[in-house]
Each structure stands twice: as C-alpha cells, then as structure tokens.
C-alpha cells in the first residue's frame, strides 16, 4: 500500500489523477441524484414561463445585481412562512436559469412579492426607495424609467432558454418583441396575444404608467408583480413535506 | 437493475461512509507506516537545509 | 525583463498577441450593438499594448544562457505588483459598498456605482485579483525552490499571469456595466469563462513539466495544495459555468442548471471556491512560507498530510449546508452538513500544525511583525473553521443564515485568514525575489500588521453583532403571538455597524495601501543583498540543461 502511494507522489499525473477521483466523489453523490427523481421537483403541468416582458426584467434584476440582497427563497421556518408566504417550492424556480435564491437578505426576500404592492408603488420605490420608505437602504433607479427596453432580440433569448429546456413554442419565440411590447401596452393591438400565449392569468398593464412606450421600468415591474405566481402549487401542497 | 432516485440516495447513504473509512484508513497507513518515517523527515527538513541557497556546496 | 526572453519566444510571444488583437477587434466588431463590443476593445487594447511591449525588443539580442541556472522568477515579481494593485482596488471597492449600506446616497443614483453592480467587482477583485494573483505569484516561486528546478519554460508563466489578469479585467469592468451571470463569485460571462480555462490548462501544464523536473525524488506538500488548488478550480470552473450564450454578438447566456439543481451546483462550486481557492491554495503558501520564515521545520510533515486528503475528500460534500430548510432535499442539507462538521478535524489539524511550528519560536513572533501576520492567520484560519462548522449546523443555520453573520464570517476568513498569509508570504518572499537584505521598512511592516488586525477585529465583531441581532429580530414575536418586527425595522437597526464595518474595512484598506508603499520603497530604494546567501538562490543544475535554451 505505501509502495502504491510513493509511486503516486513521484508521478505527478497519478498525483492529479488521485486528488481528481478524491475530490469528485462528493459532488457526484450530491448532484447526481437530483437530476433522477421526481420528488425534487413536483411537478404542476399548469406552470406558466415568464413571458418576453417578464424575462427581460428579470436579465435587468440580474444586471443590477438585485439578487445580492434580496433572496427568492422562503425557507421551512415558521417566521418565514408567517412574513413571506407559503415555503418555497423547487418546482417554482424550475425554469429559472439560473436560480436566483439568493444567499443574503440586506432587502426582504421576494420570491412571494407579485401583487403584494401596486405597480405605482413598485416604480415610486425604484425610482427613489426613500420617497417611499423612509430608512430604507436601496439604492435608486431612476435611469430603468428612462431607458427603453431593448425588446428586438427577445426571440433570441426565448429560442436560448428552449435550448436548456424551457418549453416555449415556436410561436412564443417569433412573437417575443410584439408580447414584450403588447403586455406593457394593454390598449395596443399586441396586448391579445400575450393573455393568448401566456394565459388568462397574465397581467396586461402600463406597468411604468405610461402606456406604448415600452421602458426597463415596465419589465422589472412585470417581473416583481409574477414572482411567486407562476405556479399555484405552493399554495395547494399546504403542508406537504419535502424529498426523502 | 433500474438505476432510480432512492437507489442513488441509498448508494450515497451507505457505500458513501464505507468509502470514507476505507480512504481514511488508506491515508493513515500511509502516513504511520514505519519505512516512510525517514522519507517524511527529509521532506519536513528539504525546504530549510539552505541547499537551494547554496547549491554549489553539495 | 522582456528581454530575458530568447527570439523564440519572442516571436511566439508577438504570434499569440496578433491573434489576441484580431480576436478583440472581431468582439468589438460583432459586439459594437452590446457591450460585448466595449469587452472587445478592452481586449484590443490589453494585448496590443503588449504586443508593443514585446515588438520593442524582437530584435535585441539573445539573453545570456547563464540565465537558465537561476530561477526565473520575473513573472512572479509582476504578480506581486499586480497583487497589490488588485488588493488596493478590491478592498477600496469594498469599503465603498460598505459606505453605502450605511449612506445610500453614495451610489450617486447612477448605474455603474449601485449595490449590486459594486459588490461583484468586490468579491471578484480581492478574491481573484489579490488573492488570485497572489497564489500565481507565489506558486511559482515556491515550485521551483522546492523542486530546485527552473521554470519549464519562460513563455508561459507570462502567459498566466497576463491572461489571469485579463480574464479579471473582463470580470470587474463587466459588472460595472451590467454583464454577469449572477452567480455568486463566478459572475463573469461565458467569453470570459471560456479564456480562463485557457489560461488555466496553461497554468496546469507549467505547473506538471517543472514537476517533472524536480531534482527531488519527493514532491514537498506545499506543492500538492498548489496542485489541488489549480485542478479542482478548472474542474469547478468549468462545471458551474456551462451556459448556452444568446447570440455569439452578445454577453448574455443562459446557465443550463435552473432551480434546485442550479442552486446545488452553484454552492457546490462556491463552498469548494472557497476549499481549493481561499483554502488549499494559500495553505500551500503556509506550508513554504511559515517553516522559511521561521527558520524551522514544520511540526509535523504528517499531519500536513492527513489534512490534505481530509480537506481535499470531505469540502465537495460540504456545499449544501448553504441550502438548508430550502427546496433542496432534506438528505442532502443533511449530508452537507454531516461533512461541514466532520471538517473541523482536517482544518484544525492544519492550524494546529501552523501554531506548534512555531511554538519555541515565540520571540521571533514578538519580534518580526511578518511571522506575526503568518501566525495570525493560522489563528483566524482555526477560528473560521470553527465556525463555518458550526454555522453549517442545521438549526444554527436558520439563525445565521441571509444575516450579516455570513458576511462577518466570510470576512474572518477573507481577511483573517487568506489576506494576513497573503501579506506574510509576500512580506517573506519580496527582498528574496528581489535580492534585498529585508523590506525597506520594518516599522511599516509593523504598522501594517496592526492596521490589519484592528480593521478585522472590528469588521467581524460588527458583522457578528448585526448577523444575530437582525436574525434574532426576524423571529421575535409579540405576546399577540404575531410578529414583532417589521423587516424595516431590523435595516434601521444595523445602521450602527454597518458604520462600524465600513470603518474596520477603511483600516485594512489603509494598511494595504502602507503595504504597498513599502514594496514600492523595497523595490526602488533599498540597496541589493550582495552577500553569497542571495546569490545562492539557485536551481540544481540538470544534464543539459544550459543548451535546452530554446524550451
């Protein structure tokens, strides 16, 4: 055995070969599995995916780093589910890629957010947090308001996202820039198609105030107002437990 | 044999801890066993005998 | 410093920086609508400068073949330099985002200067740009004086430090502008992502010929830390960072993990970040560094290695435990956390090791403020991972865990652990490389050490004192048995330390920025050792070694 373990030290590749296998094995014994099983993930066939609006707000809730402080997970703690909501399900974040959990919560966690506030709140409070919440911390965004939204290559990312396994259509992916432009415009000809494609459920609305005029403001808004109500299945697993 | 969720779990609950003991055991028998002592030695004392500051006295 | 290359590996040199400049122009030209153009020009620019750089001397003559009898070690003194640079820049990064947690208003209400845009540049600068650079530089040293070999070749030692660097450029102006994945500490996109790896087997590969070179028959232990370090980041690197771009003319790409699996991968890598980067890494620095510095052998060599396998087999279990009471399994949380606790054992026996060494040396840690600041890292080394297995625990977790305590903890070893060994080693190794009697100055050296010590202790005590309050908070309820405090309510109240942290990290920053004076002073001014100890630094010759010129 030692003569095993010499050998090893005095070639370097067997060397790396070693702490490769060594090093490995705990990652595979985690992931793995997770990839295997049902229970992970229940399943809800009602499940919506975000629409090109919503998407492209939550790329802007990426960009600005919004997920360094606020969390999108509601952990299996009584003061949590009293203060957020039901606990977070995997299933909800399924077609999230990535996941926006969070590992922090400088802000309050928003994974239950949507329709919690009103949209006008929602732009107050991003174009300046403390106009509308004396002591808050936030930084302000007032150039979402005034940038517009780049909506002309969502059908790309619609088409990427299909490619990792989101299951948006065909139709979905060449409508993408007239959905992200009909759902911030409700009395625009677009706005049908998006309740048509994405559901009854889905809101229609001039989400920065100012309608046909499609603003970064209008897609964070879209985004805040759906996180938490893509999928009904929290409300109605109640109690249910988790995997094994 | 079908390869599913509680197979992995149970593969990762059991064979996982015995290769544990195995590895940890594989390591200190290693380190413990008499003949590497000198080796270990020389290796502990290689960075401070000055002989990569003085080579020339080898 | 150029010129120490042979034509060879200059034209090499000059061959890889044309392709360089052709693959930054076609990125700014096929990116010009994204900001993906704006990373082309900084490519562009990057490697056009040096492709001036080394065009200045393509036609100099050959360097002396006595060179390959000594160490090269001109790239290491760059990375040193660029250390510096790197610290100064991530920690005053840093203390500005600690400003604003206090002062919002010192986001200056633009984009490039909010929260969430500095934070990235933060983490990425110390730990990548410090602490990155920091490990290169001193890998390279510490190979070759323990394999008593010269580097395997002159070429691609430049090659990693230049392209580690620019792969940190492209992270930290990315962020500025809004390109990241938003995974924590692996936030850069998939171009960038792409080149790392690319430097990364460069790196690999170096690192395995000069082992093969070694005149000695055992591999010193500081060097399998190194190893594991390099080997299991790329394995890392490369399995969090699979992504499908949107377009090959933009930054954006989507992860092809979404939720729970995501979210294990992502702390899979960011725990083993933490294990192989911020840990197996600079203990491979403590390993060389401590016994040099100290004049004494380790304390036990096998110890050394009962922690390395320990840390090196049991941190890929540890991830999950930053997922627990979340969707993830309830076996897996378990798993991780069974394993975080089990790592006490490897990591104590490592801060162990590092504190008997010196015991019997105690005047010398009284008297040289340099060991002092190894000596305290191998303290904060043992603190930390006393707490990070205890803050793993499933219950103390649901206290911990979104508070500031993380934060604190992390900075305990960001700062306790990894930035005081940084700063030891290269306190060691600098009038080494650079052939002086000591530092240019002791005091300042001295001063720096309290600076740092002061500075930590106050972050983490105020981390610590927030963490739990605001958790302590969040789950306090009233007689009515309903919730005690508003979520605002728990923000007003850290306001106090999040002053104080932003003062502790102002400390640090402070005597960083005296380090760096130092080294500047060191390097300029202090006059060379001309005594036989620093001319002997050599390598062992090897047959035929001086005619392998053009290797």
């Known amino acids: 055995m030692p003569e095993v373990h010499r050998k090893l030290e005095r070639n370097a590749i067997g060397f790396v070969l070693a702490i490769i296998v060594v090093s490995s094995i705990g990652g595979l014994v985690e992931i793995a599995p997770l990839y295997t099983i049902d229970e992970t993930v229940e399943s809800d066939p009602n499940m919506r995916v975000y629409t090109p609006l919503e998407l ?3 790329n802007i809730y990426i960009r600005e780093g919004c997920y360094a402080c606020h969390s999108q997970m509601i952990r299996t703690l009584r003061d949590e589910v009293e203060r957020y909501g039901p606990y977070s399900l995997a299933v909800e974040s399924k077609y999230d890629h990535p996941m926006l959990w969070g590992s922090k919560r400088t802000g309050p966690d928003l994974a239950r957010v949507g329709g919690k506030y009103s949209d006008f709140w929602h732009v107050a409070h991003l174009i300046n947090p403390r106009d509308v919440v004396a002591g808050s911390v936030m930084p302000a965004y007032p150039w979402l308001a005034r940038n517009p939204l ?25 409508n993408a820039p007239a959905d992200a432009f009909g759902q911030a415009s409700p009395d625009a000809s677009q706005a049908s198609g998006v309740t048509e494609r994405y559901g009854n459920d889905t809101t229609v609305s001039a989400f920065d105030g100012v309608p046909n005029r499609v603003t970064e403001m209008d897609a964070v808004v879209a985004y805040l107002q759906v996180l938490g109500k893509l999928t009904k299945a929290a409300k109605t697993e109640g109690a249910a437990g988790q995997g094994g | 044999m079908e390869v599913d969720h509680n197979t992995l779990v149970a593969f990762a609950k059991s064979w996982g801890l015995f290769y544990l003991i195995a590895f940890a055991i594989v390591v200190l028998v290693y380190v413990f066993w008499p003949k590497n002592r000198k080796k270990f030695d020389d290796a502990k004392k290689s960075i401070l005998d000055d002989k990569d500051d003085k080579p020339w006295q080898q | 410093m150029i010129r120490q290359l042979t034509s060879g ?33 900084i490519v562009f620019l990057y490697s056009l400068v040096l492709l001036f750089l080394v065009l200045s001397v393509i036609f100099d003559p050959e360097p002396e073949p006595s060179r390959l009898s000594q160490y090269y070690d001109d790239p ?18 840093g203390v500005w985002v600690a400003a604003q947690l206090a002062w919002p208003e010192l986001a200056f209400d633009a984009a490039w200067s909010s929260f969430g845009r500095l934070r990235p540049a933060h983490t990425t600068g110390v730990i990548f740009g410090f602490g990155g650079n920091a490990l290169i530089a001193t890998s390279f040293h510490v190979l070759q004086r323990t394999s008593r070999a010269r580097l395997a070749d002159q070429l691609s030692p430049w090659f990693v430090v230049f392209g580690y660097n620019l792969f940190c450029i492209l992270a930290v102006s990315g962020y500025f502008m809004g390109i990241t994945q938003s995974k924590e500490y692996a936030e850069a996109e998939w171009y960038a992502d792409i080149w790392l790896v690319v430097v990364w087997v460069t790196y690999f590969v170096l690192f395995i010929r000069t082992l093969a070179r070694r005149k000695e028959p055992h591999i010193y232990v500081a060097n399998w830390y190194y190893m594991a370090f390099i080997l299991v980041v790329a394995v890392l690197h490369i399995v969090n960072n699979i992504a499908v771009p949107v377009s090959l003319t933009g930054a954006k790409s989507y992860s092809i993990y979404s939720g729970v699996q995501d979210a294990m991968v992502q702390w899979w890598y960011g725990h083993n970040a933490v294990a192989f980067f911020l840990t197996a890494g600079f203990l491979g620095m403590l390993y060389y560094y401590l016994p040099k510095r100290a004049e004494r052998p380790i304390f036990s060599y096998r110890l050394s290695i009962i922690s390395f396998w320990g840390i090196t087999f049991f941190y890929m279990w540890a991830g999950s435990h930053h997922l627990h009471y979340t969707a993830l399994p309830h076996w897996v949380q378990t798993l991780g956390m069974t394993f975080s606790v089990m790592l006490l054992v490897p990591s104590w026996a490592s801060a162990g090791n590092a504190l008997a060494t010196l015991n019997g040396a105690w005047h010398k840690v009284r008297d040289d403020a340099t060991l002092r600041f190894i000596m305290v890292a191998s303290v904060f080394y043992g603190l930390t991972t006393f707490e990070g297995s205890f803050l793993a625990i499933r219950p103390v977790n649901g206290l911990s865990h979104y508070t500031d305590w993380t934060v604190g903890h992390v900075h305990a070893g960001a700062l306790g652990w990894v930035a005081f060994i940084t700063f030891g080693s290269l306190y060691s190794v600098i009038p080494w490389l650079w052939k002086k009697k000591a530092m240019y100055s002791a005091r300042l050296v001295e001063v720096h050490f309290w600076l740092a010590l002061m500075g930590t202790i106050i972050y983490v005590f105020a981390m610590w004192n927030s963490g739990i309050l605001q958790g302590l908070m969040w789950r306090t309820y009233n007689d009515s048995g309903t919730l005690a405090f508003s979520f605002l309510e728990t923000v007003i109240a850290m306001h106090p330390y999040y002053i104080a942290r932003a003062f502790g990290g102002l400390l640090f920053l402070a005597g960083a920025i005296v380090g760096t004076y130092n080294l500047y002073m060191t390097i300029r001014y202090t006059p060379e050792d001309a005594t036989e100890k620093a001319a002997g630094d050599l390598p062992v010759p090897g047959r035929g070694e001086a005619v392998a010129a053009g290797e």
């Open chain 1, 150 to 174: 780049k909506i002309s290559d969502l059908g790309d990312h619609l088409a990427a996202l299909r490619k990792v396994g989101v299951p948006y259509t065909d139709e979905m992916i060449a």
């Open chain 3, 76 to 93: 290491s003194k760059v990375g040193i330099v660029l250390t510096m640079i790197w610290a100064i820049f991530g920690m005053g990064v």
């Open chain 3, 9 to 41: 590996e200059r034209r090499s040199a000059a061959t890889i920086l044309v392709a360089l400049v052709i693959v930054g122009l076609a990125m700014a030209a096929a990116g010009r609508a994204d900001t993906l153009g704006v990373h082309g020009a």
């Open chain 1, 56 to 58: 492209a707000g939550r």
